[in-house]
């Protein structure tokens, strides 16, 4: 379907007037005259009101798993519009598609994770989950177990809570986070925490500083440990193997419920439906977001586990926690939707034994580029670090943490979309991708790290 006749410039100068968009350098975005307008998408391709068409390399911001123009979903949102816009479920009242997809949601998470508590977004959900386990707790008749155990540089949301339990120094700047009763422990990234070092014991390691952790301020005030699978945000950190049975054995050892951070891994990013799976651990309590309705609408969710909610039903009273869209009715009927069509065209086995096994193929092309330091995936989720020397994990001198950005636009000039994050950049591209576009994604980044690097040996 062609775009509008949207007039781009008189956007872009609007933009500028009065829209802030989020995660943004207002003053650099007002110098270069506002925001790329995208105009429309299909597929795996977005269309910028210049006309350019982009490959898709993050689906979206790490959630438009089925890729874009899915004209199913648009038919299930005017459906359920026309039936039944909206209704709350504060008033002890539920609307058909919030019970529908919490039940298939209970049948995906399988075993104890049997109910589904209803967010707008993996903000609201991570918020959720520090107010339900703090819950859980004081109902069990342990008050004094508050804290949560993070990992530095971990990312869960951008509301006061999430980006608490997250782990970036340049968020908690803004705003005095975190707040108190969270605490950071190093994140399993070998490649810059442990270079050299054996992997599996550098993964006993970080497991280990949770432990630490946990008896430096005492097991008795520990509610939990949360954790994103394979960190997104923080660079896509593939945890090495054994680090999650170590960290699911501590939380078991001191009573301590495990959270597991679906948000960006749910839906068939690994090749499981849940990382969690993957990984081969269950959790407590599992947030998720993006995929769940392929970002064709705001739903979260949190799958919460058969023992959390017999205290909470026994002992805890009220639950005086909610949002006005928890189960939106159009948004669960959406969602819904978008799981038949990922169960329908069998999306998560063709991650796991198609085009993720292609993809990684596909990444060694890039091994030799003298820019190369290491590349990583797992399913369709992906990195590669930028290094100034070749074998070593070393940056650039006086630009650590800004070759990322740098090979970012090019690539965005080239024609592929991907997200700069420090000296890495990092891709996780729609589930429907295709072999030929994933090989337009690497020809563009080896020519882009081509074009940038002696740019990169000057600074």
């Keep these: 379907m062609p775009a509008r006749n949207y007039d781009i410039p008189e956007l872009r100068r609007l933009d500028v007037a009065h829209h802030l968009p989020a995660q943004a350098n207002y003053g650099e975005l007002q110098a270069n005259g506002g925001s790329r307008i995208i105009v429309r998408a299909e597929g795996s391709t977005i269309f910028d009101g210049e006309g350019n068409a982009i490959l898709d390399g993050m689906a979206g911001l790490w959630c438009v798993n089925v890729g874009y123009g899915r004209e199913e979903l648009v038919r299930a949102a005017a459906e359920q519009m026309q039936e039944l816009p909206f209704y709350n479920t504060f008033f002890k009242t539920a609307t058909p598609p919030t019970v529908m997809l919490a039940t298939k949601l209970a049948e995906k998470l399988g ?109 008795e005030n520990v509610a939990a440990f949360i954790g994103e699978p394979v960190q997104g945000a923080g660079g896509v950190i593939i945890p090495p193997k054994g680090y999650w049975q170590r960290v699911d054995a501590i939380c078991k050892k001191y009573g301590i419920l495990l959270v597991m951070d679906e948000v960006i891994c749910g839906f068939g990013r690994l090749g499981s439906w849940f990382g969690f799976q993957h990984f081969g651990v269950e959790p407590d309590l599992v947030p998720m ?68 096994p292609y993809f990684a193929e596909a990444l060694k092309r890039l091994e030799s580029d003298p820019l190369t330091g290491e590349i990583r995936s797992l399913g369709l989720i992906g990195a590669i670090e930028i290094v100034a020397k070749k074998g070593t994990n070393e940056r650039f001198t006086g630009t650590e943490g800004k070759a990322g950005p740098i090979v970012r636009d090019a690539c965005i000039r080239n024609g592929l979309m991907v997200r700069g994050i420090r000296d890495s950049i990092v891709m996780c591209p729609p589930l429907i991708i295709t072999h030929a576009e994933i090989d337009r994604m690497i020809d563009i980044i080896g020519r882009s790290l081509r074009e940038v690097e002696p740019a990169l040996r000057a600074l």
């Design 111 to 219: 075993g104890k994770l049997q109910h589904v508590f209803f967010n707008s977004s993996g903000s609201e959900a991570n918020d959720t989950v520090m107010r339900m386990v703090r819950h859980y707790w004081r109902a069990k008749g342990e008050p004094n177990r508050t804290i949560f155990i993070s990992r530095t540089n971990a990312y869960h949301g951008s509301t006061v809570a999430g980006a608490s339990l997250g782990g970036m120094k340049h968020m908690h700047a803004m705003g005095g986070l975190p707040i108190p009763g969270v605490e950071h422990v190093m994140q399993p990234y070998h490649f810059n925490e442990g270079f050299g070092e054996d992997e599996e014991a550098f993964g006993a390691r970080a497991a280990q500083a949770i432990e630490d952790r946990i008896l430096k301020v005492g097991p």
């Design 289 to 356: 977001a993006k995929g769940l309705s392929s970002g064709y609408l705001p739903i979260s969710a949190v799958g919460v586990s058969e023992e959390v909610v017999a205290v909470l039903r026994e002992k805890g009273g009220e639950f005086v926690h909610g949002y006005t869209y928890s189960g939106h009715p159009v948004s669960a009927a959406v969602a819904l939707k978008n799981i038949e069509i990922i169960e329908r065209e069998g999306l998560v086995e063709r991650v796991k034994n198609d085009v993720g």
